[in-house]
């Protein structure tokens, strides 16, 4: 074997120490043949990240079109030596590509190992199964012995077990140490890195980690065939626990290297660049490691000739643009701290540790809050990268990003906040995107109804938009259901409909269908809404139904949607529910009147806000055949008095006689309690503005013998739970006072008024109403 062909390079992966060196490295051998640990699925494609547009963090995305699911990535960092490798080997036009296990391999072995999984599980279901039944318990293959443990703790993370060695208790420290926060390491530091890991590797026992080995026979035979086709300076670049296997000198014969290939099935796999972020990079990915500081490592790489006064700089901009205090003297002072640290330490210069130490104290004065902020925006980082609009792509994943392009809506790896005007046909159509994209569970932004209609009406939308990478995925999946986003979001929303559980499901699809603006899905929808509401007799689920069909035929066109489609449903389904609900209130337990109370309350909600007068008068024929039926659950009774009474639909008369006769001391303590609570649920203002009804309420409470109060108690307290807190401040000064001394017109006593706060709007009432104020 011609080993002095072959040049290992055993880089720590994403390290900017690493890859200086590395740069040095193959400026000096100049080689005519690159190889890197990466996935040879993906060669054909390795030439674009030379491209212009191509700006990392990106990733390489292994997938299988017929499972995306089943998806590897393979990340890359400006600072990460696969990158450098591969960026000198195109630019030297130097013949360069992958050489780990494909993964059409590595995935075909992973859904073994699923099926085998599952397969093992119904082993231990029928084995437990055995058990009870008297037989004696099996060993398993997880107990094993202290040192089959330690061994696997080592080679998952050797750079501990040398730290360890040389005094450190955190290997990735070490490592930082020594090799990437070092300035001017020289091409011996490899030599010195295989070296170090041979030794470890020696005093292990074998690898017995099969796909590891089969990893590692893979790279040595795509490096042997790089020495037959004859190249005379190989460059192999790898992880650093692999050098030591992929020296020549160490090759083990290609018949043990064949045996270990031998009957791999494969998969059918394709490939694609993908946008990355910093984020994302600190998870282990397809190489097996992440990095927990990224920002700080392309600070590294950057090759700033004084790191400590750079980075600190950078804090100080930080905590002013959060308006928080930094002068230039916290960063001398902080500098100086720094190098301080280090000089005691016995390092040349400030590593992260000595510069996060002196920000605490120095910019932060010892506040952690202020310190989260700069891990996440000075250590960590929100970079987003970019990929080639001609890179190869799906057509759903080409066709968002052509949007986001028209649209002037680019992903950012950081949260930003949108307030959209629907009036405005960009910001609809933006919407309308971020609508489609949730209903193929891609949720680039989390959108919050609540928000607009409390702050800025219906007019307005409120979104937090966030891209993450995992998107990618996502989009492939959603491949199968149409090539645009319109198409796939359709097709999928009509497919997810046929399997709908329940008309809820089904009306908040449609609700979903109609934001999206997807007419041949909200045709669809309409159709099953109609068939399953005919074919229902499930009164509560026609009630949940009829809350977001409201809201479609009431803020529908704002949104530019056809929401008369909806009208003769919500009519049809409004009209069977009116018939039955007095019906369905009686002889039913308490939790069943629970839910049926707060779908009441929703469904009074939703028909008010439609403010149509025929729904209006049949539902409120509805309540009053509840409030005066005796055997409806006197919650649910309660609760409909009460609805009437705030609509003007009965007198505050007979709300007064209806409450005497339930109240009455021949009633049944329990129940009059129940529909004390229905009736003040949510306000106390009746209380407070209707004497008769106050003075009927305190003459029954004061009627409680005080052994059915301790039991009555928990159920009064529920009753005035729900009040705002200044109602159930002026009833407690209403009851102390005592009922008889407040006329129902008779204001409170002045004292409890603060006249000199009154008085302060009295200029401003004036000029409103154009009075003149006396002074």
């Not at 039913?588 to 707060?598: S, Y």
Request: aromatic residues 6%.
């Amino acid at each position: 074997m011609s080993d002095n062909k072959v040049h290992i390079f055993g880089i720590r992966h994403h390290g900017p120490g690493s890859a200086k060196s590395l740069q040095r490295a193959l400026h000096s051998l100049q080689p005519d043949c690159i190889l890197i640990e990466g996935p040879p699925d993906a060669d054909n494609i390795i030439e674009l990240a030379a491209h212009q547009q191509m700006q990392p963090p990106v990733s390489l995305l292994i997938y299988m079109p017929s499972d995306p699911q089943q998806a590897a990535f393979y990340p890359f960092a400006a600072f990460s030596p696969e990158w450098c490798a591969i960026q000198f080997g195109l630019q030297n036009k130097i013949q360069t590509r992958f050489m780990d296990l494909p993964q059409s391999l590595q995935l075909a072995q992973r859904l073994q190992e699923q099926k085998e999984l599952e397969e093992q599980l119904k082993q231990v279901e029928s084995e437990t199964e055995s058990k009870t039944q008297g037989d004696a318990p099996t060993e398993t293959a997880e107990e094993l012995d202290e040192s089959s443990q330690l061994d696997a703790f080592f080679r998952n993370d050797p750079l501990t077990h040398l730290a360890e060695a040389a005094g450190y208790t955190d290997g990735e420290r070490w490592w930082d140490h020594i090799v990437e926060t070092r300035q001017h390491n020289n091409n011996e530091v490899f030599t010195a890195i295989k070296e170090a890991m041979t030794t470890l590797r020696d005093e292990l026992p074998p690898e017995n980690d099969l796909r590891e080995q089969q990893r590692e026979a893979f790279m040595r035979k795509t490096i042997r065939a790089a020495i037959k086709e004859g190249h005379e300076r190989i460059a192999v670049i790898c992880g650093a626990w692999h050098a030591p296997a992929l020296d020549p000198e160490r090759f083990p014969t290609i018949k043990h290297d064949n045996e270990l290939l031998k009957g791999l099935k494969k998969v059918k796999t394709e490939a694609a660049w993908s946008p990355w972020t910093y984020n994302r990079l600190a998870f282990a990915s397809g190489y097996g490691a992440g990095v927990i500081s990224p920002a700080w490592y392309e600070l590294l790489w950057t090759d700033k000739p004084d790191i400590a006064t750079h980075w600190l700089t950078r804090v100080a901009r930080l905590m002013r643009s959060k308006d928080l205090d930094t002068s230039s003297a916290h960063v001398i002072e902080a500098v100086r701290l720094s190098e301080t640290l280090a000089a005691l330490r016995n390092r040349s210069i400030p590593s992260l540790d000595e510069l996060n130490e002196s920000a605490l104290t120095v910019i932060c004065a010892g506040q952690d809050a202020p310190m989260q902020l700069i891990h996440d925006k000075l250590i960590i980082g929100d970079k987003l990268g970019a990929v080639p609009d001609d890179a190869p792509m799906p057509p759903l994943q080409r066709d968002l990003a052509a949007l986001q392009k028209s649209l002037r809506f680019p992903p950012k790896s950081e949260i930003k906040n949108h307030d959209f005007d629907l009036r405005k046909p960009m910001d609809l159509k933006r919407s309308q995107l971020l609508h489609r994209l949730n209903l193929l569970d891609i949720p680039w932004g989390e959108y919050t109804p609540e928000y607009a209609r409390q702050n800025k009406g219906t007019f307005h939308e409120y979104w937090q938009v966030q891209w993450q990478p995992e998107f990618t995925i996502k989009l492939i999946e959603a491949s199968r259901f149409g090539n645009t986003i319109e198409s796939a979001s359709s097709n999928f929303t009509i497919k997810t409909a046929q399997d709908a559980p329940n008309l809820k499901k089904l009306t908040k699809l449609l609700d979903d269908a109609l934001l999206a603006d997807l007419p041949k899905a909200v045709e669809t929808l309409v159709s099953s809404i109609q068939n399953r509401a005919a074919t229902s007799g499930d009164i509560p689920q026609l009630m949940a139904a009829l809350p977001p069909l409201a809201r479609v035929l009431r803020y529908g066109n704002v949104r530019q949607t056809d929401a008369s489609l909806v009208a003769n449903i919500v009519e049809g389904i409004h009209v069977r529910v009116c018939i039955a609900l007095p019906g369905l209130c009686s002889s039913i337990n308490d939790e069943a009147a629970d839910e049926l109370f707060k779908l009441i309350i929703d469904l009074h909600t939703a028909l008010t806000t439609l403010q149509d007068d025929k729904l209006l008068e049949q539902w409120y024929d509805a309540l009053n055949r509840i409030a005066h039926q005796h055997t409806a659950h006197q919650l649910i009774a309660g609760r409909a008095l009460r609805i009437l009474y705030d609509a003007n639909q009965i007198s505050p008369e007979d709300a007064a006689t209806q409450m005497s006769l339930t109240l009455s001391t021949a009633a049944d303590r329990n129940e009059a309690a129940a529909w004390l609570q229905g009736f003040l649920h949510g306000s106390g203002l009746i209380l407070i503005h209707d004497q008769k009804l106050f003075d009927i309420i305190d003459d029954w409470v004061s009627s409680i013998k005080s052994d059915d109060f301790n039991d009555l108690l928990p159920l009064l307290r529920r009753a005035f739970s729900t009040f705002q807190q200044p109602e159930r401040r002026q009833i407690g000064e209403r009851v102390k006072q005592g009922s008889s001394n407040l006329a129902s017109n008779q204001q409170l006593d002045s004292a409890d008024f603060d006249f000199d706060r009154a008085s302060q709007v009295l200029p401003i009432i004036s000029k409103l109403l154009n009075l003149e104020v006396s002074s």
